[in-house]
């Protein structure tokens, strides 16, 4: 096959009897196989690197030198005539079977160097990427109750991931969803999820004051009636800031609100166009307030504890009613989840130890999420200390349908109500 070594005729008969035999293609990456930059040290000597070699009347082709006969035994005609005729990758995929069958004596001895020791696969095929703690993964509880698997996001940019420390989700009155994320990177970043399933790319949020990012402690988005989404978030420097996403696609841009810092913060929209918020303040305490349509603050008030005068929480969720009630979760210091309501006329019902798993007194949390839906009932999503993913329903009559596992495994957790009955989750994976 040199240019410059006749092969003999052994050589000849077992090309031939292998392709009469009909032996099946060697896959490359077996003890025969060979890197590309060892290949084109074999071109290199036997063809000085000229893929493409022709020389009319000379019985060797292309950067290997393959005769015909060869080429075709080998099953090089599925990419071109002639080994010159195809590409690098086809030339070298077609070596490979060769090799595998001929040996290294299939080339000049003096070019065949390092197809003997070099088992690299040349084209190895392409690595699944693989999803790792801290990716979000989204799944939808239909109407009927049936769920579909738990499915990974795409990533920024070419990732094929996104990693997250923490996310929220909102549904918007025309069955979008609004997400919004907390990258490894600190940042905020935010998609939406159109009706047909499509999403859009991951966008960085700008900056507060010029700043080109906006890294936040702790976030939520709520939905709105008019299909706008507000956000708050516990910036880097513990205090609370606010904006808006307007359904045009624009954003409002942040502004503080006020000068308390906080933990933890959580919100929800209600039909009258006023967003409730939650906070956990820096003492520990749960605290509430409201955004009214015109934009003015109502003022943080603690919000009346279990049995004492203070609700110390670890983590809080909050859901919009269809009637303007809020419903409340929260994680107390004692590791377990809590529910309140705060009825449409400004009263509380007052905090109930929520039920646990499979008849347990109480059901142990390191996170959790509530929504509302328009039947009235609540659903939510929580990471029980097993870290398995379980949700929930508190119907419109007050019962509960109790804590099903979901089978994945999570971090965070959050889910939107969607107009169509159903449910969006999405939930940071373990």
């Known amino acids: 096959m040199s240019r410059s070594t006749r092969r003999s005729l052994a050589a000849a008969v077992t090309f031939t009897a292998l392709a009469a ?37 000379w019985p060797y082709y292309g950067g290997l030198q393959i005769t015909k006969s060869t080429w075709e035994a080998f099953g090089g005609t599925q990419y071109a005539p002639l080994p010159h005729q195809a590409t690098k990758q086809q030339q070298i995929l077609t070596a490979e079977r060769i090799l595998a069958g001929q040996g290294t004596g299939a080339w000049a001895a003096k070019c065949n160097g390092g197809l003997g020791t070099d088992h690299a696969d040349p084209y190895p095929a392409p690595t699944a990427p693989v999803s790792s703690p801290g990716d979000l993964f989204h799944a939808t509880r239909l109407a009927d109750g049936n769920w ?38 600190g940042n905020l970043y935010h998609t939406a999820r159109y009706p047909n399933g499509s999403w859009t790319a991951w966008a960085p949020l700008d900056g507060y004051a010029g700043a080109p990012r906006f890294s936040a402690k702790s976030q939520a988005i709520a939905g709105m009636s008019s299909g706008d989404t507000q956000i708050v978030a516990v910036g880097n420097d513990g205090k609370i800031y606010h904006n808006a996403r307007f359904v045009s696609g624009s954003w409002q841009g942040w502004a503080p609100v006020g000068t308390w810092g906080a933990q933890r913060i959580a919100a929800a929209g209600l039909p009258d166009g006023s967003l409730q918020v939650l906070i956990v303040g820096n003492d520990g305490n749960l605290y509430h307030s409201i955004r009214a349509v015109d934009g003015s603050w109502q003022g943080w008030s603690a919000v009346a504890g279990f049995g004492a005068d203070t609700f110390q929480a670890k983590d809080i969720a909050v859901a919009g009613m269809p009637n303007g009630d809020a419903q409340l979760l929260a994680v107390g210091n004692d590791g377990k989840i809590y529910h309140n309501a705060r009825f449409a006329a400004g009263t509380w019902q007052g905090w109930n130890a929520v039920a646990g798993y499979g008849g347990a007194a109480g059901f142990q949390a390191g996170s959790l999420a509530i929504t509302g839906m328009s039947s009235g009932d609540a659903q939510m999503l929580a990471v029980g200390n097993d870290g398995q993913v379980y949700h929930n329903a508190r119907y419109s009559s007050g019962s509960w349908q109790g804590w099903w596992n979901t089978a994945f495994s999570g971090r965070k957790v959050s889910i939107a109500g969607m107009p169509d009955g159903g449910a969006q989750m999405v939930v940071v994976r373990s």
């Open 21 to 57: 035999l009909g032996l099946p293609a060697v896959a490359a990456g077996s003890a025969h196989a060979a890197s590309v930059a060892t290949w084109d040290r074999v071109a290199q000597c036997e063809s000085t690197g000229d893929w493409s070699y022709y020389r009319a009347g």
């Open 148 to 185: 579909t698997s738990f499915k990974p996001l795409n990533g920024f940019g070419t990732a094929p991931f996104f990693n997250a420390s923490q996310e929220s989700v909102a549904a918007t009155p025309d069955g979008s969803t609004q997400t919004l994320a907390t990258g490894s990177d």
